[in-house]
């Protein structure tokens, strides 16, 4: 039995162990309403294998998901043309969606060629306006991929201009790999949902599932190791952030 109230837990979790409520969702509840979250990627599979354990806690406990994703993956499948791969890189990011209990959504540009500029500023900080979340999951900016950088900047833009009215945190991808020197502050317990983590991930057939979620079945173990459960996915929350969430 947790004898705990939410707010020592969020306290003993920033420090030591893991939570088995996402970051954000208690203090909110603790309000009286549901969190609106939105999980911003470069790529259709990266909301998924960065936050897929996270994105089914907060749907399971009644939380609204948007995955945003800024391309459709046009680059991503040898042999295809980019149209090609958009429509089945799309139609995967659904279905992975659809197992999350999210909705999808695409920022518009393409895979491969990402840009960071005043127009693509202006894309993301309206698509923030339209959909008006609590809390927004985008990649850490250190890492070896483009349009990861380049997501994690456009959301970081929107986060400042639009006065951080919304919860920014971090997440990885592939570390080591892709997502470089993340030291995760928060550790969300994801022992009970990591069967339907796989399940969307493995829903990106085009992308090899057994390669890229392979390297996430160690990160979950390790960072359970850190965060003292079994699985675990990890997150740096930006400490600017208004909220006295911390
Ligand atoms: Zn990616």
Redesign the pocket.
Known sequence: MNTLSRREALHIGATAAALALPLGAAAIEDGGKKAKVLVA???P??PESGCGGLIALYTASGHEVVNLYLTRGEAGIPGKTHAEAAAIRTAEAEAACRVLGARARFAGQVDGATEVNAAQYDVVREIMGEESPDIVYTHWPIDT?R??RAMSYLIYDAWLKKGREFELFYFE?ESGV?TQHFSPAHYIDISTVEAKKREACYLHESQRPDGFYGLHSEMHAFRGREGGCRLAEGFIRHKLNRSALS
């Open positions: 990627g470069g790529h599979d990266d991929h349009d990861h991808v892709q």
